[in-house]
C-alpha cells in the first residue's frame, strides 16, 4: 500500500500498518519535516477508522445482528490504543539500551536530547489522535472501565516513566547531583542541561485521575528528596572545616556567599517549591549549627564597631527561631555599659555642667541608634534593647546616685540654657534640632514630674525677667512635651504664656489710661502740675508689670516684708486703682522678689552720662535710701526696707561685691552694727551693670525647694490614691452587705 493512499477504514491491519510509519517519522525524524498533506491523511486515517459503524475484519463477531454502537466503538478504540501503548513501549526500550553506553553529563546530554524530542513528537501524536481522545479515551475514562486510560500525550509520558525513566533514574539523578556540586566547587557547569532534568521531573508528576492535573511526586520523591540529603553533607562537612581554621567575620561571609549562591540556584534551575526545603536545611546547617560561634564572636565586633560584620551577623542569625535573642542581650548589656562609663567620666567634676551630662547621654544614643539602624535594619527588637539600655544610664548613673531626679534636673536647666537669651543662641532650625534631641533624653527619663517642676520654675523665670530668646522656640517646645505627655502635662506651661500675652495687654491699657488722665489733667493744670504730671509719664513709659495666674505659675509669695520705695509708691497706688475697677474682686499679690529696675546714676564722676544699674526690687529699696544719705547702719537699712536679715544681706552681698556699696571699717557683712557707704569712686567699662545675679547659696536653696515640693506632692498623690483605694473597698464591702 502507497504511503499517500489511505487505508481501507475496516482494516485495521492496514490502518495500523500505515499509522506505525507516520509514528516513526514523527517519533524518529521529525526534525526533517511533515507537511501538511501527511499530517492530514494520518489524522484522517484514525478518524475513517474510529468512526465507522462496523467492527473490523480481526474483531471478533457478535451473536446478534444488532449492534450495540457504544459497543463497537469500544472495541475499535481499544485496539488502536493498546497498539499504540506496545509501539511506544518498544520505541523507548530502544533509547533506553542506547543510553546505557553514558555516564554523567554525557548521559544527562543524551537523556535531555531524547526528551526534548520525545515529549516534541508526543505533542504531534497526540494532535493526529485528537479523534481517539474525544470519543473512546473519553469514555472509558468516564466509565472508569480502565484506570490505565489517558489521553494520548498523558500515555506517551506515563509510557516514559515506566520503559524509560525507572530504569535510568538512579543514573541520571546521580549525574545530576555530581554535577551541582562541582558548581558548589567552583566550577563552570551547563546550568541547562539540570534545568531540563528538573523540568523533565516535573513534567512527569502525572496525576492518574485527572490528566489535566499534576503534582511533583517524582521531582520531590527522585530528586528533590536526595539532594537535601547531600545538601546537608556537603555543607556539613565544609562549615566545620572552615570555622576551626577561620575567624567568625570570615566564616559568616563565607556562609553569606554560600547562601546567597543557594537562592540563585533555585532561580537557575531548581523548581521554586524546592526553595524552602533547601534554604532551610542550608540555615540549618550554616548558621544554627554554628550559632554559639556566632554570638561568642558577637562582643568583639560591637566593641570595634565593624558594623559590617555586624549586620551579617544579624542578616544571618534572623533567619533562625531565637536566633537574635541572645545578641539582643548582649546589645543591651554593651550600651548600657558604654552610657554608666560616659557618665562616670564626667561625674567627677562638681557641680555637673547641664550641657556636659546632656550631650554625654546624646551621645551614647546617636551611636548605638545609628548602629541599629545600619546594622540591624531598625529591628523592633533591638531598638528595644537600646531603650531598656538607656532608661538604665538615663535614671540610674554616678550622677544620680544622691537621687534619681537629677537627671530630669539638668535637662530641664540644659533646656533652660537653650532658650535663654544668651551671646551664643542657636539659629533657628539648628534649636529646633537641639529640642528634638532633648525630646529623645526626655523619652527615657522616668521621674518626668520632676522635669515637669524644674522646667516650669526655669520657664517662669525666663517669662518674668525677659530672658526668653524666642516665643516661637517656647511654644515648640512645650508642643513636644505635649505630643510626648499629654495635655494634662502641659496645660500650666501653655497658661503661663498665655498669661505673657494678656499682661502685654493690660499694661497697654494701663499706661493708655495714664496718658488720657494726662492730657484730661495736665492740660487744665499749672505749670507745676505740668511738670509733675510729665515726670509721671516719664516714669510710667518705663513701668511694667506681669499679671500671672496663682493656679498656674510656680511662684512663691515673698517671706519678707518690703517698704515700697516712695519714688514707685504712686504708679503703684495708680495700677492697683486700675486693676480694681477693671476685675472687682480679684486680689493682687505683689511678688517683690520677683521684681527688678533699672536706676540711673548721677552721683559718680567716671562716667559723665551716668552708669545704669540693673537691680532687684530689694536692691532698689536699698540703693534708693542712699538719696538721703552717704552711709548707713545693717539696722538702718533694714527699718527703713522693712526686709528680713535673710533677705537684706544677700542682696548687699552682691552690691558689697560690685564695690557699688562698702563696708566701713572691715564689718563683717549682715552682722549688727556693720556699715555701708556709697562709694563715690566707683568705675566700670560697662555703662549698664547687672547686679541683680542669684547667689549660689539661693540657688541651691531653690533648687532643695524644688525637690521638697516634688516630694511633697507625690505624697500627696500617694495618700490620695491610698484613700481612693480604702473608698473602693468600703464600697464594695457595703454592695456585699446589702
Given at each position: 500500500?502507497?504511503?499517500?493512499?489511505?487505508?481501507?477504514?475496516?482494516?485495521?491491519?492496514?490502518?495500523?500498518?500505515?499509522?506505525?510509519?507516520?509514528?516513526?517519522?514523527?517519533?524518529?525524524?521529525?526534525?526533517?519535516?511533515?507537511?501538511?498533506?501527511?499530517?492530514?491523511?494520518?489524522?484522517?486515517?484514525?478518524?475513517?477508522?474510529?468512526?465507522?459503524?462496523?467492527?473490523?475484519?480481526?474483531?471478533?463477531?457478535?451473536?446478534?445482528?444488532?449492534?450495540?454502537?457504544?459497543?463497537?466503538?469500544?472495541?475499535?478504540?481499544?485496539?488502536?490504543?493498546?497498539?499504540?501503548?506496545?509501539?511506544?513501549?518498544?520505541?523507548?526500550?530502544?533509547?533506553?539500551?542506547?543510553?546505557?553506553?553514558?555516564?554523567?553529563?554525557?548521559?544527562?546530554?543524551?537523556?535531555?536530547?531524547?526528551?526534548?524530542?520525545?515529549?516534541?513528537?508526543?505533542?504531534?501524536?497526540?494532535?493526529?489522535?485528537?479523534?481517539?481522545?474525544?470519543?473512546?479515551?473519553?469514555?472509558?475514562?468516564?466509565?472508569?472501565?480502565?484506570?490505565?486510560?489517558?489521553?494520548?500525550?498523558?500515555?506517551?509520558?506515563?509510557?516514559?516513566?515506566?520503559?524509560?525513566?525507572?530504569?535510568?533514574?538512579?543514573?541520571?539523578?546521580?549525574?545530576?547531583?555530581?554535577?551541582?556540586?562541582?558548581?558548589?566547587?567552583?566550577?563552570?557547569?551547563?546550568?541547562?542541561?539540570?534545568?531540563?532534568?528538573?523540568?523533565?521531573?516535573?513534567?512527569?508528576?502525572?496525576?492518574?485521575?485527572?490528566?489535566?492535573?499534576?503534582?511533583?511526586?517524582?521531582?520531590?520523591?527522585?530528586?528533590?528528596?536526595?539532594?537535601?540529603?547531600?545538601?546537608?553533607?556537603?555543607?556539613?562537612?565544609?562549615?566545620?572545616?572552615?570555622?576551626?581554621?577561620?575567624?567568625?567575620?570570615?566564616?559568616?561571609?563565607?556562609?553569606?556567599?554560600?547562601?546567597?549562591?543557594?537562592?540563585?540556584?533555585?532561580?537557575?534551575?531548581?523548581?521554586?517549591?524546592?526553595?524552602?526545603?533547601?534554604?532551610?536545611?542550608?540555615?540549618?546547617?550554616?548558621?544554627?549549627?554554628?550559632?554559639?560561634?556566632?554570638?561568642?564572636?558577637?562582643?568583639?565586633?560591637?566593641?570595634?564597631?565593624?558594623?559590617?560584620?555586624?549586620?551579617?551577623?544579624?542578616?544571618?542569625?534572623?533567619?533562625?527561631?531565637?536566633?537574635?535573642?541572645?545578641?539582643?542581650?548582649?546589645?543591651?548589656?554593651?550600651?548600657?555599659?558604654?552610657?554608666?562609663?560616659?557618665?562616670?567620666?564626667?561625674?567627677?567634676?562638681?557641680?555637673?555642667?547641664?550641657?556636659?551630662?546632656?550631650?554625654?547621654?546624646?551621645?551614647?544614643?546617636?551611636?548605638?541608634?545609628?548602629?541599629?539602624?545600619?546594622?540591624?535594619?531598625?529591628?523592633?527588637?533591638?531598638?528595644?534593647?537600646?531603650?531598656?539600655?538607656?532608661?538604665?544610664?538615663?535614671?540610674?548613673?554616678?550622677?544620680?546616685?544622691?537621687?534619681?531626679?537629677?537627671?530630669?534636673?539638668?535637662?530641664?536647666?540644659?533646656?533652660?540654657?537653650?532658650?535663654?537669651?544668651?551671646?551664643?543662641?542657636?539659629?533657628?532650625?539648628?534649636?529646633?534640632?537641639?529640642?528634638?534631641?532633648?525630646?529623645?533624653?526626655?523619652?527615657?527619663?522616668?521621674?518626668?514630674?520632676?522635669?515637669?517642676?524644674?522646667?516650669?520654675?526655669?520657664?517662669?523665670?525666663?517669662?518674668?525677667?525677659?530672658?526668653?530668646?524666642?516665643?516661637?522656640?517656647?511654644?515648640?517646645?512645650?508642643?513636644?512635651?505635649?505630643?510626648?505627655?499629654?495635655?494634662?502635662?502641659?496645660?500650666?506651661?501653655?497658661?503661663?504664656?498665655?498669661?505673657?500675652?494678656?499682661?502685654?495687654?493690660?499694661?497697654?491699657?494701663?499706661?493708655?489710661?495714664?496718658?488720657?488722665?494726662?492730657?484730661?489733667?495736665?492740660?487744665?493744670?499749672?505749670?507745676?502740675?505740668?511738670?509733675?504730671?510729665?515726670?509721671?509719664?516719664?516714669?510710667?513709659?518705663?513701668?511694667?508689670?506681669?499679671?500671672?495666674?496663682?493656679?498656674?505659675?510656680?511662684?512663691?509669695?515673698?517671706?519678707?516684708?518690703?517698704?515700697?520705695?516712695?519714688?514707685?509708691?504712686?504708679?503703684?497706688?495708680?495700677?492697683?486703682?486700675?486693676?480694681?475697677?477693671?476685675?472687682?474682686?480679684?486680689?493682687?499679690?505683689?511678688?517683690?522678689?520677683?521684681?527688678?529696675?533699672?536706676?540711673?546714676?548721677?552721683?559718680?564722676?567716671?562716667?559723665?552720662?551716668?552708669?545704669?544699674?540693673?537691680?532687684?526690687?530689694?536692691?532698689?529699696?536699698?540703693?534708693?535710701?542712699?538719696?538721703?544719705?552717704?552711709?548707713?547702719t545693717f539696722e538702718d537699712l533694714q527699718k527703713s526696707t522693712a526686709l528680713s536679715s535673710e533677705a537684706l544681706t544677700p542682696a548687699l552681698g552682691i552690691l558689697v561685691k560690685a564695690k557699688v556699696l562698702l563696708l566701713v571699717d572691715n564689718d563683717k557683712l549682715g552682722e549688727n552694727g556693720s556699715r555701708y557707704e556709697l562709694n563715690f569712686d566707683f568705675k566700670s567699662k560697662k555703662i549698664r551693670i547687672n547686679l541683680n545675679m542669684p547667689m549660689k547659696t539661693e540657688q541651691k536653696a531653690e533648687a532643695d525647694e524644688t525637690h521638697k515640693t516634688i516630694e511633697d506632692d507625690r505624697k500627696f498623690l500617694m495618700q490620695v490614691k491610698y484613700i481612693a483605694h480604702i473608698q473602693l473597698s468600703i464600697i464594695e464591702m457595703m454592695d456585699v452587705v446589702t
Open positions: 500500500m502507497s504511503s499517500m493512499t489511505l487505508p481501507p477504514p475496516n482494516d485495521f491491519g492496514a490502518t495500523w500498518t500505515f499509522l506505525e510509519q507516520g509514528l516513526d517519522q514523527i517519533m524518529n525524524r521529525l526534525e526533517q519535516g511533515l507537511d501538511r498533506t501527511r499530517y492530514s491523511m494520518l489524522y484522517s486515517a484514525v478518524h475513517n477508522y474510529c468512526a465507522r459503524g462496523t467492527p473490523s475484519q480481526t474483531s471478533p463477531s457478535f451473536s446478534s445482528g444488532i449492534m450495540n454502537q457504544r459497543a463497537a466503538t469500544y472495541l475499535i478504540g481499544s485496539e488502536l490504543y493498546n497498539s499504540l501503548s506496545k509501539w511506544l513501549e518498544d520505541h523507548l526500550v530502544k533509547i533506553r539500551t542506547q543510553s546505557e553506553q553514558y555516564m554523567d553529563e554525557a548521559l544527562l546530554q543524551y537523556y535531555t536530547k531524547q526528551w526534548s524530542r520525545y515529549t516534541t513528537a508526543a505533542r504531534v501524536v497526540n494532535n493526529i489522535f485528537m479523534y481517539l481522545n474525544r470519543y473512546w479515551v473519553k469514555r472509558e475514562i468516564e466509565d472508569d472501565r480502565k484506570n490505565d486510560v489517558y489521553d494520548v500525550f498523558t500515555l506517551t509520558l506515563v509510557c516514559w516513566k515506566r520503559h524509560m525513566f525507572e530504569f535510568v533514574h538512579h543514573n541520571v539523578i546521580a549525574a545530576v547531583l555530581k554535577l551541582i556540586e562541582r558548581e558548589r566547587n567552583g566550577e563552570t557547569i551547563e546550568t541547562g542541561l539540570v534545568k531540563n532534568i528538573v523540568d523533565s521531573l516535573v513534567s512527569l508528576g502525572l496525576d492518574t485521575t485527572d490528566s489535566t492535573k499534576s503534582n511533583l511526586d517524582v521531582y520531590k520523591d527522585f530528586f528533590e528528596l536526595p539532594f537535601i540529603q547531600g545538601t546537608e553533607v556537603y555543607y556539613t562537612t565544609e562549615s566545620e572545616k572552615f570555622i576551626t581554621e577561620n575567624s567568625v567575620p570570615d566564616y559568616m561571609k563565607k556562609a553569606d556567599i554560600r547562601l546567597a549562591e543557594e537562592e540563585n540556584r533555585v532561580e537557575m534551575y531548581l523548581h521554586e517549591s524546592t526553595h524552602k526545603p533547601l534554604i532551610f536545611k542550608c540555615e540549618t546547617v550554616l548558621v544554627k549549627k554554628h550559632s554559639e560561634a556566632l554570638w561568642e564572636g558577637f562582643q568583639s565586633l560591637i566593641d570595634h564597631d565593624k558594623q559590617d560584620d555586624l549586620h551579617r551577623m544579624y542578616s544571618l542569625l534572623a533567619r533562625i527561631p531565637q536566633g537574635l535573642d541572645p545578641l539582643r542581650v548582649r546589645f543591651e548589656a554593651h550600651v548600657r555599659k558604654a552610657g554608666l562609663s560616659a557618665i562616670e567620666r564626667i561625674a567627677q567634676t562638681e557641680p555637673v555642667d547641664p550641657k556636659t551630662y546632656v550631650d554625654a547621654l546624646l551621645e551614647v544614643h546617636r551611636k548605638y541608634n545609628e548602629l541599629v539602624q545600619k546594622a540591624f535594619s531598625g529591628e523592633p527588637g533591638f531598638v528595644a534593647s537600646l531603650d531598656k539600655a538607656c532608661g538604665e544610664f538615663v535614671n540610674r548613673n554616678d550622677v544620680c546616685k544622691s537621687t534619681s531626679s537629677k537627671s530630669p534636673e539638668l535637662l530641664a536647666r540644659y533646656c533652660d540654657s537653650l532658650l535663654k537669651k544668651n551671646a551664643k543662641n542657636a539659629e533657628e532650625s539648628e534649636l529646633e534640632d537641639l529640642l528634638n534631641s532633648i525630646m529623645t533624653v526626655f523619652k527615657y527619663v522616668e521621674d518626668k514630674d520632676v522635669f515637669q517642676k524644674f522646667y516650669s520654675r526655669l520657664l517662669a523665670k525666663r517669662l518674668v525677667n525677659g530672658t526668653s530668646a524666642s516665643d516661637d522656640a517656647e511654644g515648640s517646645m512645650i508642643s513636644k512635651l505635649k505630643e510626648a505627655c499629654g495635655f494634662e502635662y502641659t496645660s500650666k506651661l501653655q497658661r503661663m504664656l498665655t498669661d505673657m500675652s494678656l499682661s502685654k495687654e493690660l499694661n497697654d491699657q494701663f499706661k493708655e489710661r495714664v496718658q488720657q488722665n494726662y492730657n484730661q489733667e495736665g492740660s487744665n493744670g499749672t505749670v507745676r502740675e505740668e511738670v509733675w504730671y510729665s515726670e509721671l509719664k516719664h516714669r510710667i513709659v518705663d513701668f511694667n508689670i506681669l499679671v500671672l495666674g496663682a493656679g498656674q505659675w510656680p511662684l512663691q509669695p515673698p517671706n519678707t516684708g518690703f517698704n515700697i520705695p516712695e519714688d514707685v509708691v504712686k504708679t503703684y497706688d495708680r495700677f492697683q486703682k486700675f486693676y480694681q475697677n477693671k476685675y472687682s474682686g480679684r486680689k493682687l499679690n505683689w511678688l517683690f522678689q520677683s521684681c527688678k529696675a533699672e536706676l540711673k546714676t548721677n552721683y559718680l564722676k567716671a562716667s559723665r552720662a551716668g552708669y545704669t544699674f540693673q537691680v532687684s526690687a530689694y536692691q532698689m529699696g536699698v540703693l534708693l535710701q542712699y538719696n538721703n544719705a552717704n552711709v548707713y
